[in-house]
């Protein structure tokens, strides 16, 4: 099968294709490799990818619009997978500008690709952050999802509104994936397992917002990975639903929740990378940061309902693996 995936120098992009590539797929990847955060440590995805055979790697921006319809023509995509873009909570109050330009010109200028060569199923990834001011627990896809606490959050629920609409002119069978918390090895530099890892081996304190009583529902990125393949054949198809299901009414749109479904304090994934390292942090206790949700947590029954029984991966274990990448990759 042949894949378009952008975001491959990405933390989940590279995750992605590298799983398809083993797996035998054919793989274009289209990324900007922004220096939104180390660039070497994008370049190393890349290098890893490029091991393989069936890899072809596009650098180029979201917002290059001629760029994008070349590159999707070229690959002949059966698959769409789009994953690049500005992320992060609390750097959407420092430039949002980035998110405007990124997240929503880049990703119409991807919508358009898509319309002009036709794939079997586009699959886009969203966030838990649009369920924003939410109090009901957990968060459900059938939930409204109208009030965003950030830019970051806006811009996604932005494409989720702007997919359905190509959905329902275009007839594209479109899945929007909400995200919770992915973690794992080659993860992101700006995450918070990333930072405490880092300033606990270089003696630094860690900064623990919300006075550590935030819950997140973590997702390790192999069980996300593994979500992300089985849903890959499965394009919505319009009138055709299933139990518990988001689709819309006029288009072959669905949005699904990606999650472990077991939200853990913060103080927990603390305690959890201490064991790993085999160090005590120390820690500055900070109030719950602007943008923040106190709490995430996702009713996963519709992605069983698609996939069956997935992975689990618990905080221990992942966190684990991501302290033993990180050792090697930075020989600490």
């Given at each position: 099968m042949k894949v378009f995936v952008t975001?491959?120098?990405?933390?989940?992009?590279?995750?992605?294709?590298?799983?398809?590539?083993?797996?035998?797929?054919?793989v274009t990847g289209f990324d900007g490799v922004t220096d939104y955060y180390d660039v070497a440590l994008k370049r190393a995805r890349l290098a890893g990818l490029a091991q393989y055979a069936g890899f072809t790697a596009v650098e180029g921006r979201l917002e290059d619009a001629d760029l994008l319809v070349r590159s999707l023509q070229q690959a002949e995509a059966e698959i769409v997978v789009h994953l690049a873009a500005q992320a992060g909570v609390r750097y959407s109050i420092e430039q949002p500008q980035s998110y405007i330009s990124a997240n929503l010109?880049?990703?119409?200028?991807?919508?358009?690709?898509?319309?002009?060569?036709?794939?079997?199923?586009?699959?886009?990834?969203?966030?838990?952050s649009v369920y924003g001011g939410n109090s009901k627990i957990p968060f459900s896809e059938l939930d409204a999802a109208d009030a965003p606490i950030s830019l970051y959050a806006a811009t996604k629920k932005s494409n989720e509104a702007m997919a359905h609409s190509y959905a329902h002119l275009f007839d594209i069978p479109t899945t929007m994936l909400r995200f919770f918390t992915v973690y794992g090895p080659w993860g992101r530099p700006d995450m918070a397992l990333f930072k405490f890892v880092s300033a606990i081996l270089e003696g630094r304190p860690i900064d623990v917002y919300g006075q550590g009583e935030m819950r997140r529902d973590f997702t390790y990125i192999d069980d996300l990975i593994e979500a992300i393949v089985r849903i890959m054949?499965?394009?919505?198809?319009?009138?055709?639903?299933?139990?518990?299901?988001?689709?819309?009414?006029v288009a072959p749109f669905r949005v699904v929740n990606l999650a472990g479904g077991h939200p853990e304090l913060l103080m927990d994934f603390v305690h959890a990378i201490e064991a790993a390292l085999g160090q005590t942090a120390d820690r500055r206790f900070q109030p719950l940061q602007a943008g923040d949700?106190?709490?995430?947590?996702?009713d996963t029954a519709l992605l069983q309902q698609l996939t069956g029984s997935l992975p689990r991966t618990p905080i221990e274990i992942g966190v684990a693996k991501f302290v033993t990448w990180y050792r090697q990759y930075y020989r600490v």
């Open positions: 975001g491959t120098a990405g933390f989940i992009g590279y995750h992605l294709a590298r799983r398809l590539l083993e797996d035998g797929h054919i010109v880049g990703t119409a200028n991807l919508l358009e690709a898509v319309r002009a060569h036709k794939p079997n199923h586009l699959l886009a990834a969203s966030t838990s054949p499965l394009g919505p198809v319009q009138g055709v639903p299933v139990p518990g299901d988001s689709l819309s009414p949700p106190r709490e995430t947590a996702a």
